[in-house]
């Protein structure tokens, strides 16, 4: 088995006791079933945050090296950027950041086992890690019981017995970090500390108390960075170990082996389902989505994001957000509205001081999973025309001089040969520019290189659907794209229950 210290705080969220959000099933669902989980934006920023820390830390002691490399900015909007560079810029100045002789940067915890053996085993185990990345991660392995791997970084490891591990967070006085008593007693029952401080006792072979800790970045603003740092003596070290290999592992090795049901079964912590702004889970573990529907609800809004729509949205929303409101006027918050709607579709709103293209995201998230919900629905009742020509025609605009026929989420039951299925048709559309390239056909092209040519072809898909009635019974973000064009040249639109 594979664990990682992230893994374990799902189930056990601290040492010593429980914060109430320990949750088996959210473990079970990603890492057994291995269910798709959307990447959260937030995480980017704490990880381009890391790179340009460790760049910095990395250069020599004598040089005076930028931590901002060509690169720090990926995948970060304007705002994001600059809360990384003024905490990077605040960290160094204010010696929160510092290059201390002997500092071990992204410390992996490798206990020196055979790595050829290893590899041999992590095929199994993991048979998706390729290159690079399996190689980097079986040198960060400590095989803590037989059969059973560790695996992690230390942000930052000084000689002199100091972890030191960076966080991000928003507002952590939120979580009664800057409290000292409560602070504290985080710091000592922070599972992810606790392993590596074990792993250099026992491993590296370490004596004597271990000092271990968090540096908080907060990333609201106004901007601060805070410590928080204790010692673990070489008791509590030995107890934590003793815990961790006789009672954690051991459940983590029966819960993988546990049915769905079983594991359904067991309790969940009242916070589970909010920690780190909500669980993806949670409209699958509320019924309000199948297995199924949530996992087909994650590829749309995955392949609608290559398709660079969501840029599009989220450029409009930062436009609408940054347009100046009249003096005379008091302006209602619009996220009061967006939050209102939010409920009436049976979600829960975000912080109220968050963002609006948080909000808008949140609203346009439950509208796609209602909707989804609704199709499937209304698929199942509609019982599919058996003639086109009972259907009143739908004149299209005068200065469009095409004419066809468009059949939405129906099945078309005709010998006509003018009939084809939306897919067919494009492949006809597109089969000498496939050729062309030495590509299969349209829908087997990588879905970004189908992004740049779609604009090129829109003439070309009007100009050969003249005569034609094209029958689309699935919709899927590929088709829906093609629909918006086609839509309002059709001069007969049949539709079956779905747009």
């Known amino acids: 088995m594979y664990l990682s210290a992230s893994q374990i705080k799902m189930v056990y969220p601290v040492y010593d006791g429980d914060d109430g959000s320990s949750c088996a099933k959210n473990w079970h669902n990603k890492y057994i079933k291995k269910l798709p989980i959307k990447e959260q934006t937030f995480t980017n920023l704490g ?32 705002t994001q950027q600059e809360t990384v560079k003024t905490l990077v810029e605040k960290g160094i100045n204010d010696l929160h950041i510092v290059k201390h002789s002997q500092r071990h940067i992204e410390l992996p915890m490798y206990d020196g086992g055979d790595i050829e053996e290893r590899r041999e085993i992590f095929k199994v185990l993991k048979p998706s890690w390729k290159g690079d ?90 901007h601060k960075i805070m410590e928080k740092y204790l010692d673990l003596s070489e008791d509590h070290i030995d107890r934590f170990y003793e815990w961790l ?21 067991l309790p969940v912590g009242p916070k589970a389902c909010e920690k780190y702004r909500g669980c993806a889970y949670q409209t699958m573990c509320s019924g309000a989505l199948t297995e199924a529907e949530y996992i087909r609800a994650h590829n749309i809004r995955k392949e609608i994001s290559k398709m660079g729509l969501m840029d599009n949205i989220k450029k409009k929303q930062a436009e609408a957000s940054e347009k100046k409101s009249e003096p005379e006027k008091t302006e209602v918050d619009p996220r009061e509205a967006l939050a ?50 009972s259907v009143e025609p739908v004149v299209a605009p005068p200065t469009v001089p ?98």
């Open 402 to 499: 095409i004419s066809f026929g468009l059949v939405i989420g129906a099945s078309i039951r005709s010998t006509n040969n003018n009939f084809t299925t939306l897919v067919q048709f494009f492949n006809e559309v597109t089969s000498g520019m496939c050729n062309e390239m030495g590509e299969k056909d349209w829908w087997s092209m990588d879905p970004f290189k189908r992004r740049e040519l779609f604009h090129g072809v829109k003439e070309q898909i009007l100009k050969h659907a003249h005569g034609k009635t094209i029958v689309a019974r699935f919709i899927e973000p590929d088709t829906q794209a093609l629909l918006n064009v086609m839509y309002d040249h059709a001069t007969t639109i049949i539709e079956g229950g779905m747009r």
């Open 133 to 222: 990345f399996l190689e980097k991660s079986l040198q960060s392995t400590w095989e803590i019981i037989p059969g059973v791997f560790l695996t992690g970084f230390i942000d930052l490891y000084h000689s002199g017995n100091k972890i030191i591990d960076w966080k991000t967070s928003s507002d952590p006085d939120r979580y009664g970090l800057l409290m000292d008593k409560k602070s504290y007693r985080y710091v000592a029952r922070d599972l992810q500390l606790n392993i590596y401080a074990c792993y250099l006792r026992k491993v590296k072979g370490v004596k004597g108390p271990i000092n271990v800790g968090h540096t908080y970045f907060k990333t609201k603003t106004p």
């Open 47 to 78: 990880s381009r945050l890391h790179a340009c820390i460790e760049h910095y830390l990395e250069s020599p002691d004598n040089i005076d090296v930028s931590p901002f490399f060509d690169g720090w900015k990926k995948g970060l909007d304007s």
């Open 340 to 389: 209102e709607e939010i409920k009436s579709l049976g979600g829960k709103p975000p912080r109220k001081d968050s963002k609006i293209e948080t909000f808008q995201k949140k609203l346009n998230d439950l509208k796609t999973e209602k909707a989804e919900v609704k199709e499937e629905e209304e698929e199942e009742k509609v019982e599919p025309p058996e003639n086109v020509t």
């Open 245 to 265: 290999t006789t009672v954690a592992i051991p459940n983590f090795l029966k819960l993988s082996k546990m049915t769905e049901g079983v594991v359904n079964a």
